[in-house]
């Protein structure tokens, strides 16, 4: 029992709310039909009904309420079948191929749709066909019932359709994911056309029929209040010798409509015109005008819902009781068809409407849409732009979300094109460095033969001189040479000493190069630096060097303050060779903030660089020094910048007007 229970649980659970749902539409229409169909009081759920139709009103309801149910049963199971099938998938999804759960998942799409339309159109169109069969007839009274049973089965199914969806959607979300190949799609207006049609729909008939029953309730008091009183007038005023009397007398009430007729029921019971032929009542009307008519003012009833009905007085001639009635239709074909027009007027406004609004909505999500996709195929975040906020609503919100997304993935893109860079600089300047050391130590142990057979030599040639002072070898000349070699080595060591120097601090070079300690500064100390360590260059050069702090000079740096005062030097270096000795020049140097960046430029008014040396700048390493230069200095400066501060290096310059270089660090 547990296993069968688990097996249908869905099925159940969706029986069980259109069990619910039912319960609560029997006892709307047990209370509903009467009193929209003007069911005459008295007539039903009483032995009147059951005498008359061998069934009351209540086992009527009861009927109808478990045909629908039978309905809602066999197309929910029908149409869920495949749940049945797949009752494992959630529990073993990889015995399934991506193929069956795609049919799974598209069939939990389509399914509410389905039995959402079979099950309002089966149980309106079956109740019609068996009242038309019942009254033999197809009358407004019939389309009246359509019209109830289909509003309030669409207002019950589409709440049922609802739920539905819910269930689904909870299984929805514990399918195995795909990337949907094979998906059935749908679109926004097809739901809301769905959810929202309906109920416009069900608006729209139930109040034309509420208005159309409080209209049928009015004129048919009307009408018979006024052919009553023509009757109890006709009684009044006219005195009757015999039948054909009454009969010729007859002829002179007035019927205000073609449609309606004189009666005159007999003692027994035969019913007649007033030509004197038979006519044929229902055995409704009949039983109601003898059993029920005198205690509602001689008003008589054709059926249940239908609107026909009768005014009847009671005329006795020589003891013979005659009952006289006018038999009257409350409203006429013409008002069906008003009402009919009036009704498909406003459907198709209302589907104009919808599908305008279903549009907007629909523009409004593919917009949206539309630009995660853009946003998931392209990665240049160069040509990302917002969206534009037309809306102050849920749709506004989520343009308002959309554009935090983006700004967040355009900052991650940016910042994680920024760590590549980084990155790379980092194995450059690392590469770089351990070339430079690998030289380093290539060109020190030949340098540092040099200097030890400098030293060998010294020691030789001193030697030698003294042996130039034994008496018995006296050679001015050779202590000239002695001398000389003497001077020569001194400068060999001397030069050696200078290029051992120079390759200890290419070394120690290479080594900061690859320094990843992360050491807080201040904008202040970092200033202070420079100007002392290019005071006597900027001396030698007779060059102002102009600094302007734009920012508070306790404002922290986070790297190592030796390799950014290196980097400003070489630039403020570069800066002064560019004037070309010129004498009395200034190099600007300003430090500002902008956004969470520090700005440091180094500006000078010298002749600027040309555009292909622009272009290839920070790129490869060039120089507009000549043989004077190597372009090696600004290479590493860049590389510095970029690996060891996570910032960046621009140029601006023109020929004739002089160059800009522009250090960037994150603050």
Same mark, same amino acid.
């Given at each position: 029992?547990?296993?069968?229970?688990?097996?249908?649980?869905?099925?159940?659970?969706?029986?069980?709310?259109?069990?619910?749902?039912?319960?609560?539409?029997?006892?709307?229409?047990?209370?509903?039909?009467?009193?929209?169909?003007?069911?005459?009081?008295?007539?039903?759920?009483?032995?009147?009904?059951?005498?008359?139709?061998?069934?009351?009103?209540?086992?009527?309801?009861?009927?109808?309420?478990?045909?629908?149910?039978?309905?809602?049963?066999?197309?929910?199971?029908?149409?869920?079948?495949?749940?049945?099938?797949?009752?494992?998938?959630?529990?073993?999804?990889?015995?399934?191929?991506?193929?069956?759960?795609?049919?799974?998942?598209?069939?939990?799409?389509?399914?509410?749709?389905?039995?959402?339309?079979?099950?309002?159109?089966?149980?309106?169109?079956?109740?019609?066909?068996?009242?038309?069969?019942?009254?033999?007839?197809?009358?407004?009274?019939?389309?009246?019932?359509?019209?109830?049973?289909?509003?309030?089965?669409?207002?019950?199914?589409?709440?049922?359709?609802?739920?539905?969806?819910?269930?689904?959607?909870?299984?929805?979300?514990?399918?195995?994911?795909?990337?949907?190949?094979?998906?059935?799609?749908?679109?926004?207006?097809?739901?809301?056309?769905?959810?929202?049609?309906?109920?416009?729909?069900?608006?729209?008939?139930?109040?034309?029929?509420?208005?159309?029953?409080?209209?049928?309730?009015?004129?048919?008091?009307?009408?018979?209040?006024?052919?009553?009183?023509?009757?109890?007038?006709?009684?009044?005023?006219?005195?009757?010798?015999?039948?054909?009397?009454?009969?010729?007398?007859?002829?002179?009430?007035?019927?205000?409509?073609?449609?309606?007729?004189?009666?005159?029921?007999?003692?027994?019971?035969?019913?007649?015109?007033?030509?004197?032929?038979?006519?044929?009542?229902?055995?409704?009307?009949?039983?109601?005008?003898?059993?029920?008519?005198?205690?509602?003012?001689?008003?008589?009833?054709?059926?249940?819902?239908?609107?026909?009905?009768?005014?009847?007085?009671?005329?006795?001639?020589?003891?013979?009781?005659?009952?006289?009635?006018?038999?009257?239709?409350?409203?006429?074909?013409?008002?069906?068809?008003?009402?009919?027009?009036?009704?498909?007027?406003?459907?198709?406004?209302?589907?104009?409407?919808?599908?305008?609004?279903?549009?907007?909505?629909?523009?409004?999500?593919?917009?949206?849409?539309?630009?995660?996709?853009?946003?998931?195929?392209?990665?240049?975040?160069?040509?990302?732009?917002?969206?534009?906020?037309?809306?102050?609503? *849920?749709?506004?919100?989520? %343009? $308002?979300?959309?554009? /935090?997304? =983006?700004?967040? &993935?355009?900052? +991650?893109? #940016?910042?994680?094109?920024?760590?590549?860079?980084?990155?790379?600089?980092?194995?450059?300047?690392?590469?770089?460095?351990?070339?430079?050391?690998?030289?380093?130590?290539?060109?020190?142990?030949?340098?540092?033969?040099?200097?030890?057979?400098?030293?060998?030599?010294?020691?030789?040639?001193?030697?030698?001189?003294?042996?130039?002072?034994?008496?018995?070898?006296?050679?001015?000349?050779?202590?000239?040479?002695?001398?000389?070699?003497?001077?020569?080595?001194?400068?060999?060591?001397?030069?050696? *000493?200078?290029?051992?120097? %120079? $390759?200890?601090?290419? /070394?120690? =070079?290479?080594? &900061?190069?690859? +320094?990843? #300690?992360?050491?807080?500064?201040?904008?202040?100390?970092?200033?202070?630096?420079?100007?002392?360590?290019?005071?006597?260059?900027?001396?030698?050069?007779?060059?102002?060097?102009?600094?302007?702090?734009?920012?508070?000079?306790?404002?922290?740096?986070?790297?190592?303050?030796?390799?950014?005062?290196?980097?400003?030097?070489?630039?403020?270096?570069?800066?002064?060779?560019?004037?070309?000795?010129?004498?009395?020049?200034?190099?600007?140097?300003?430090?500002?903030?902008?956004?969470?960046?520090?700005?440091?430029?180094?500006?000078?008014?010298?002749?600027?660089?040309?555009?292909?040396?622009?272009?290839?700048?920070?790129? #490869?390493?060039?120089?507009?020094?000549?043989?004077?230069?190597?372009?090696?200095?600004?290479?590493?400066?860049?590389?510095?910048?970029?690996?060891?501060?996570?910032?960046?290096?621009?140029?601006?310059?023109?020929?004739?007007?002089?160059?800009?270089?522009?250090?960037?660090?994150?603050?």
């Amino acid at each position: 029992m547990k296993k069968f229970l688990e097996k249908y649980k869905i099925q159940f659970k969706l029986l069980l709310a259109l069990t619910l749902g039912l319960i609560v539409l029997t006892a709307i229409y047990y209370f509903l039909i009467p009193t929209i169909l003007n069911y005459p009081k008295g007539t039903y759920a009483t032995n009147f009904q059951l005498e008359v139709e061998n069934t009351n009103y209540l086992s009527q309801v009861l009927s109808i309420a478990f045909a629908i149910f039978a309905v809602f049963a066999i197309v929910t199971f029908w149409k869920t079948r495949f749940l049945i099938k797949y009752s494992d998938l959630l529990k073993n999804p990889t015995n399934y191929s991506i193929e069956e759960i795609n049919y799974v998942r598209n069939k939990l799409f389509t399914a509410p749709y389905s039995i959402l339309v079979l099950n309002i159109v089966i149980p309106s169109i079956a109740l019609t066909v068996i009242h038309a069969y019942t009254i033999h007839q197809f009358s407004i009274t019939t389309l009246k019932l359509f019209i109830l049973v289909f509003s309030l089965m669409t207002l019950y199914v589409t709440s049922v359709f609802i739920y539905t969806c819910n269930v689904f959607k909870k299984i929805l979300i514990k399918l195995p994911y795909d990337n949907t190949t094979g998906l059935k799609k749908s679109t926004l207006k097809k739901r809301l056309f769905f959810n929202i049609l309906p109920l416009i729909l069900i608006s729209i008939l139930f109040t034309s029929l509420l208005g159309y029953s409080l209209v049928s309730i009015k004129t048919g008091n009307s009408v018979f209040e006024t052919y009553h009183n023509t009757l109890y007038y006709f009684k009044k005023y006219n005195t009757f010798s015999s039948f054909s009397d009454l009969l010729q007398k007859l002829q002179t009430i007035n019927i205000t409509s073609k449609d309606d007729f004189l009666f005159i029921k007999t003692s027994d019971n035969d019913y007649l015109d007033i030509n004197g032929e038979e006519i044929q009542v229902s055995n409704f009307f009949h039983k109601y005008l003898n059993e029920l008519s005198a205690a509602n003012d001689g008003r008589v009833y054709e059926y249940y819902g239908i609107d026909c009905q009768g005014a009847t007085i009671d005329i006795e001639i020589d003891g013979t009781i005659y009952t006289i009635g006018i038999y009257f239709s409350i409203l006429s074909i013409d008002v069906l068809i008003y009402f009919s027009i009036a009704f498909i007027i406003l459907v198709l406004i209302n589907i104009i409407i919808l599908t305008l609004f279903a549009e907007s909505l629909s523009n409004d999500i593919n917009i949206i849409s539309n630009s995660f996709m853009d946003m998931t195929k392209n990665t240049d975040t160069s040509v990302m732009r917002p969206l534009a906020l037309t809306s102050n609503d *849920e749709f506004g919100n989520l %343009i $308002i979300s959309y554009n /935090k997304i =983006q700004e967040l &993935t355009k900052h +991650n893109v #940016e910042q994680l094109h920024d760590n590549q860079e980084t990155l790379m600089e980092r194995e450059r300047l690392a590469s770089l460095g351990q070339l430079i050391g690998g030289i380093a130590h290539n060109l020190k142990t030949p340098i540092m033969s040099i200097s030890g057979a400098a030293e060998g030599l010294t020691d030789l040639v001193k030697e030698y001189d003294t042996s130039i002072s034994d008496p018995e070898v006296n050679d001015e000349d050779h202590h000239e040479i002695a001398k000389d070699m003497l001077v020569w080595i001194s400068k060999i060591k001397t030069h050696t *000493e200078y290029m051992s120097d %120079i $390759i200890t601090a290419v /070394k120690g =070079q290479a080594v &900061t190069l690859t +320094n990843e #300690e992360d050491i807080s500064f201040t904008v202040g100390e970092l200033i202070k630096r420079v100007d002392i360590l290019m005071k006597h260059e900027l001396k030698n050069a007779l060059t102002y060097l102009n600094i302007s702090m734009k920012v508070n000079e306790s404002t922290i740096i986070h790297g190592d303050v030796n390799s950014l005062v290196q980097v400003i030097n070489n630039m403020i270096s570069n800066s002064i060779q560019a004037y070309g000795g010129k004498t009395e020049q200034t190099i600007d140097l300003t430090v500002e903030k902008n956004n969470h960046k520090l700005i440091i430029s180094i500006k000078d008014y010298g002749p600027g660089m040309p555009k292909n040396v622009k272009d290839k700048l920070f790129k #490869e390493m060039i120089t507009t020094k000549g043989k004077n230069g190597t372009g090696l200095g600004l290479y590493m400066s860049y590389s510095t910048i970029r690996a060891h501060f996570n910032g960046n290096i621009t140029v601006e310059s023109e020929e004739g007007k002089g160059t800009t270089f522009y250090i960037i660090l994150p603050l």
